[in-house]
């Protein structure tokens, strides 16, 4: 199974301050005959569901705003959020959807300091 | 605006069963792999099951292969989930979810509410 392991598990940031949640998975999530990395981040704020942000490890979905950025290939990614916002309290989730058990990381709460 | 709405939650005594569903408009279902992925309180996400848009195809994690079986009906626009043989680590929120690609998966875009599922006696 490939397994999704997050970093920190919690992270406090000031406002307009930038934010960086790692996502390591092993195995390797990088499909080479479709050059993309089958990985996914999401947002889930208290009492909703998740929110689709950045797949393809780096596009940005529909609506998102462009303070959120994904990077990263292979097996090492990153969800940067440049300048957090008050909305941005939440807990981030990286998804590789590459095989099945589809698998997520354990989620960091991000908080203002 | 896609919608999911899940339903059939409630409160079972372990080794009993449910069957949850999930109706979904505004986008054409027949066409979209679903899953369900749920959470248990407090937790982290964890996927549940796939089907494909056919139905042909059905993958499911390890720990309820045997027990839920994921279906769906393209002529009702719904998906369900028979869970059999319920056990307390299988209370969570259920999630109906769609995946945005038609040819590959490539990411959940659409969520439903979720309808939550305890196992107690």
């Known amino acids: 199974d490939f397994v999704m392991t997050q970093s920190p598990d919690s992270l406090a940031v000031s406002l307009g301050e930038r934010a960086t949640i790692n996502c390591k998975s092993s195995?390797?999530?990088?499909?080479?005959?479709?050059?993309?990395?089958?990985l996914a981040w999401y947002q889930q704020k208290p009492g909703q569901p998740p929110k689709l942000l950045i797949y393809w490890a780096s596009t940005r979905e529909s609506g998102v705003p462009d303070r959120f950025s994904g990077s990263g290939s292979g097996t090492d990614f990153t969800l940067t959020i440049s300048s957090l916002q008050a909305e941005d309290v939440a807990v981030y989730y990286c998804?590789?959807?590459?095989?099945?058990?589809?698998?997520f990381g354990q989620g960091t709460r991000l908080e203002i300091k | 605006e896609v919608q999911l709405v899940e339903s059939g939650g409630g409160l079972v005594q372990p080794g009993g069963s449910l069957r949850l569903s999930c109706a979904a408009s505004e986008f054409t279902f027949s066409s979209y792999w679903m899953s369900w992925v749920r959470q248990a309180p407090g937790k982290g996400l964890e996927w549940v099951a796939i089907i494909k848009q056919d139905g042909t195809e059905k993958y499911y994690v390890d720990s309820v292969k045997g027990r839920f079986a994921i279906s769906r009906d393209n002529a009702k626009n719904s998906l369900y989930l028979q869970m059999n043989s319920l056990r307390a680590e299988d209370s969570a929120v259920y999630y109906c979810?769609?995946?945005?690609?038609?040819?590959?998966?490539?990411?959940?875009?659409?969520w439903g509410q979720g309808t939550l599922v305890t196992v107690s006696s």
């Open positions: 195995p390797s999530v990088l499909d080479s005959s479709k050059n993309k990395n089958f």
């Open positions: 998804q590789q959807y590459y095989a099945t058990p589809i698998t």
């Open positions: 979810v769609r995946d945005q690609g038609t040819d590959f998966w490539s990411g959940y875009d659409s």
